[in-house]
């Protein structure tokens, strides 16, 4: 049975930080691609940052480049994403998703077959 648990998500000002923590079991993050998405009430839901099965290799959306942070501690099997400087547009259900693949990794979600429940992210002052 795969499971990933978001947790780290709450309120939080403009220019303020958060560290989200997707805790995995079930499958190994040191033998799968990692990924967290967002989705906003009515819209897509888009790719923000993933990390390879090696951890050698990350990818960012343009939209977070430069303030968020992808890494991993492959003795928890846990992934993190830490978001600073956030502004009122990051606002949104932030999931983590696996592939159950290797190798470079990609933001197009329909390429992720596990995915957590979500974690709220608000940000507003």
């Known amino acids: 049975q795969f499971q990933l648990v978001e947790s780290g998500g709450g309120l939080v000002q403009p220019g303020g930080s958060l560290r989200l923590s997707c805790t995995v079991s079930?499958?190994?993050?040191?033998?799968?691609?990692v990924g967290w998405f967002r989705q906003v009430p009515g819209k897509e839901r888009e790719g923000v940052s993933c990390i390879s099965d090696r951890g050698d290799t990350t990818n960012y959306a343009d939209s977070v480049k430069d303030r968020f942070a992808i890494s991993r501690d492959t003795a928890k099997n846990t992934v993190y994403l830490q978001m600073d400087n956030l502004k009122p547009e990051d606002t949104a259900v932030y999931y983590c998703a696996a592939e159950d693949d290797f190798g470079l990794c990609t933001l197009r979600q329909y390429e992720y077959d596990y995915w957590g429940q979500g974690t709220q992210v608000t940000v507003s002052s």
């Open positions: 079930g499958l190994r993050i040191d033998q799968h691609i």
